[in-house]
């Protein structure tokens, strides 16, 4: 009952935060809603056809066809669902056969491989040569990270392969491309960093720790009273959940001064240079897409504090498995070289055009 609640919750919090999407429309939806149930009804017929076929067999043989339909399953849902109810404006720009695409946003699907690898490797390893039955611990961890791995690996490649080639697109044919000497490049990172710092808190404890008293007893309540299990395992859930909460809480809520240094020093290791055009925004090292089914354009302007540079304001929807889908704020500043303002006309025309429903006032 209580996941049935929660599953409920999700679901009508996914659907307002699509509502407000740009690329929302009714017969969108409506279509990928049949590709999805489709999509569901064959996965269910194929984990069907695997259990008659196994029938009779031994569980091992059972367990691993299982195993193979399930991921099968999984990333053909994803995949299919990715490919046929994503709208066209959002897709990446079309290029030529023997086009070569950056490995920008690649890069990091690598790092987490790596990071998957090392932690099968942490768990495996004492699990094999470990002898008392503590080891199907670390056995266990290691099989479910395999599992994550095989499973989210691909789907994040395939993403950042879509990222790649929007990005190598955007640099062939950029509506408007922005280049800075060094010493520009370093006066605007030293000036990002510090309207960073003074960036205040939005997470005081003394303040706002009667903010968390509501949801933290709605979820004891419900963890109590819907969920099995014994009162000591139920605790240690609702204190790990909750401890989570509260730390991402006040980790996210500690205001830019920490995070100021860092920044500087993300942002003098990308080039130093701006692309703007039909598949997004590419600037301080980092790809973001006019708009797709998670992330668009809220509005454009021109922010007039020196040095001048234009502020383009995106939201991206994250699901939330504790409650309604979250909406992050997402702030891009672009420094606007000198002579360049003539630019701007055109990215008011062109993100018009592209943005509909965004509050372009960059001309």
């Given at each position: 009952?209580?996941?049935?609640?929660?599953?409920?919750?999700?679901?009508?919090?996914?659907?307002?935060a699509?509502?407000?999407?740009?690329?929302?429309?009714r017969?969108?939806?409506?279509?990928?809603?049949?590709?999805?149930?489709?999509?569901?009804?064959g996965?269910?017929?194929?984990?069907?056809?695997?259990?008659?076929?196994t029938?009779?067999?031994?569980?091992?043989?059972?367990?691993?066809?299982?195993?193979?339909?399930i991921?099968?399953?999984?990333?053909?849902l994803?995949?299919?669902?990715?490919?046929f109810?994503?709208?066209?404006?959002?897709?990446?720009?079309?290029?030529?056969?023997?086009?070569?695409?950056?490995?920008?946003?690649?890069?990091?699907?690598?790092?987490?491989?790596?990071?998957?690898?090392?932690?099968?490797?942490?768990?495996?390893?004492?699990?094999?040569?470990?002898?008392?039955?503590?080891r199907?611990?670390?056995?266990?961890?290691?099989?479910?990270?395999?599992?994550?791995?095989?499973?989210?690996?691909?789907?994040l490649?395939?993403t950042?392969?879509?990222?790649?080639?929007?990005?190598t697109?955007?640099?062939?044919?950029?509506?408007?491309?922005?280049?800075y000497?060094?010493?520009?490049?370093?006066?605007?990172?030293?000036v990002?960093?510090?309207?960073?710092?003074?960036?205040?808190?939005t997470?005081?404890?003394?303040?706002?720790?009667?903010?968390?008293?509501?949801?933290?007893?709605?979820?004891?309540?419900?963890?109590?009273?819907f969920?099995?299990?014994?009162?000591?395992?139920?605790?240690?859930?609702?204190?790990?959940v909750?401890?989570?909460?509260?730390?991402?809480?006040?980790?996210?809520?500690?205001?830019?001064?920490?995070?100021?240094?860092?920044?500087?020093?993300?942002?003098?290791?990308?080039?130093?240079?701006?692309?703007?055009?039909?598949?997004?925004?590419?600037?301080?090292?980092?790809?973001?897409?006019?708009?797709?089914?998670?992330?668009?354009?809220?509005?454009?302007?021109?922010?007039?504090?020196?040095?001048?540079?234009?502020?383009?304001?995106?939201?991206?929807?994250?699901?939330?498995?504790?409650?309604?889908?979250q909406t992050?704020?997402?702030?891009?500043?672009?420094?606007?070289?000198?002579?360049?303002?003539?630019?701007?006309?055109?990215?008011?025309?062109?993100?018009?055009?592209?943005?509909?429903?965004a509050?372009?006032r960059?001309a």
């Amino acid at each position: 009952m209580f996941q049935l609640a929660f599953a409920v919750l999700f679901m009508f919090s996914a659907w307002a935060a699509w509502r407000r999407n740009p690329l929302y429309s009714r017969r969108s939806t409506l279509r990928a809603v049949f590709v999805v149930l489709l999509a569901i009804a064959g996965a269910i017929t194929l984990i069907v056809a695997v259990v008659n076929l196994t029938a009779g067999r031994s569980a091992a043989v059972s367990f691993s066809a299982m195993g193979v339909v399930i991921v099968v399953d999984t990333l053909a849902l994803i995949f299919v669902i990715q490919t046929f109810t994503t709208p066209q404006e959002s897709k990446p720009s079309s290029l030529p056969h023997a086009t070569k695409l950056v490995t920008t946003n690649r890069v990091n699907v690598y790092k987490w491989a790596r990071v998957f690898a090392i932690i099968i490797l942490v768990f495996a390893i004492p699990g094999v040569l470990i002898r008392w039955d503590i080891r199907y611990v670390f056995l266990s961890i290691a099989g479910i990270t395999a599992f994550l791995a095989v499973i989210l690996l691909p789907v994040l490649y395939w993403t950042n392969r879509g990222f790649d080639q929007s990005l190598t697109a955007l640099e062939l044919g950029p509506w408007v491309h922005w280049q800075y000497t060094p010493e520009q490049w370093t006066a605007w990172c030293n000036v990002q960093a510090e309207r960073l710092r003074a960036t205040p808190p939005t997470f005081v404890l003394s303040r706002n720790w009667h903010r968390f008293l509501w949801p933290f007893g709605a979820i004891a309540i419900g963890v109590y009273v819907f969920c099995p299990g014994g009162w000591l395992w139920k605790t240690v859930y609702i204190v790990g959940v909750c401890g989570a909460i509260f730390a991402i809480a006040v980790l996210s809520g500690r205001g830019g001064a920490h995070g100021a240094e860092k920044l500087r020093a993300k942002l003098l290791r990308a080039d130093p240079e701006a692309f703007l055009g039909r598949d997004g925004i590419f600037c301080d090292g980092v790809f973001t897409p006019w708009v797709n089914v998670s992330t668009y354009l809220v509005s454009a302007a021109i922010d007039e504090r020196q040095p001048r540079s234009a502020m383009f304001n995106f939201e991206r929807s994250v699901p939330n498995p504790y409650g309604p889908t979250q909406t992050i704020a997402i702030h891009q500043a672009v420094l606007i070289p000198n002579g360049k303002e003539s630019d701007l006309v055109r990215l008011q025309q062109e993100l018009t055009t592209r943005c509909p429903r965004a509050q372009i006032r960059l001309a």
